[in-house]
């Protein structure tokens, strides 16, 4: 690999970042459309092209293996080492992931549309309207899957109208999508097994390593979580200033009864609920929640809706403020495994590390190259 010194960064600002398991590396896609690996380990990278979809970096779980999706729309199943594993042809993705048996591919179009295989075998799972779209919010549908539990899901803008039954997932007559908001899906089926509703304009949401769990966080400030097993019971996060809201305490707008503080932390300067994105950091249910224009993160345990900690990320505003990058929430991402962070920079094209202690609920930046 080239040293970042003999290499100087020259890249756009990273649109999609992902780290590898084990968090010795992550790949990264670029706004100017280079892919570059980086050695997270050895602290330097390698351009590997320069002709890269500018969203579909992504690592597989467990292995050592990355897509990537060149200029021309065909597909790569890459090693680190630089072995190809396979490639097809595909529609130009604006997300995409694959299983660690590399027998499930995955992917979204412009429109939220989401599909299975490809080529032959392409079948459409989601595809039931242009709106909402990347277009129209200016945001992925995210997708995160966890196999071992055979679920995933799919986020985007929240929605509250209609059920699975009134609306199936298949309808392309229909203009207005009734799944733009978190819909957790059966990974073997491939069909929606409940529309997790509550969150407003644009969401993130993610689900845990081990499947159990689906935290979401909005534009609007609302924060929501649901064990998998109970989709239909849904969790409110507490925010940083107010606490939880409380959906039935029947008092008026305004009043102070609304709200539960009682294990509320204090948040420091900076800190908001407006998510941008929602990151695992441990295999223990930890996960960090990024504010829209801040640079502190606050840690909450999946099952629990109170803040546990904040971690100031560094007040620099060129490498961790995104302003309302909601198209770029992609350039933050995790190893819940190896406790790893990386993030791309709101000005040109570095990144920055930071490594997670579990046993000290510390978080450290280890390496910045602007």
Known sequence: MASCSALPMAHGPVMAVSVSSDGDYAVSSHRDNSLVLWDLEARNKDVLAKNANIYSARFIRDRSVFLWQDLNNVVHVEGVEGEELRS??????????????LQTYLSVDEEWNVYAGHG??????????????????????????????NV???????SDTGTIEEY?????????????????????????IARLKGNSSKTHAILSPNGKWVVSG????????????????????SDFENGIYLDD????TGDPRNWDNSQLIDAPAGATPITIANAFIDNSDYFLRFGNESHIAALYKAGNPWPQKY??????????????????NTAIATSPEAGVLVMG??????????????????????????
């Open 88 to 101: 097809f042809q595909h529609f130009p993705t604006y997300g995409h992931l694959m299983t660690e048996d």
């Open 152 to 158: 995933f899901l799919t986020a985007g803008y929240g």
């Open 168 to 192: 199936p997932p298949i309808s392309p007559e229909r203009r207005f999508s009734r799944y733009g908001g978190v819909t957790l899906w059966s990974l073997q089926e491939k069909k929606p």
């Open 311 to 328: 971690f100031d990320l560094g007040d620099d505003p060129r490498l961790v403020t995104y302003g309302s990058h909601y198209s770029r």
């Open 218 to 237: 909005d534009e609007a400030t609302i924060g929501l979580f649901w064990n998998t097993g109970k989709p239909n019971v849904r969790n409110r996060l």
């Open 120 to 149: 032959s075998s392409l079948e459409p799972i989601l595809k039931d309207g242009v709106s909402p779209s990347f277009t129209g919010s200016h945001k992925l549908l995210n997708i995160s899957v966890a196999k071992a539990q």
């Open 249 to 252: 305490a029947g008092y008026k």
């Open 345 to 370: 920079h709101d000005e040109g094209g570095g990144i920055s590390v930071y490594q997670y202690d579990a046993e000290t609920q510390t978080l450290e930046r280890t390496w910045v190259v602007e």
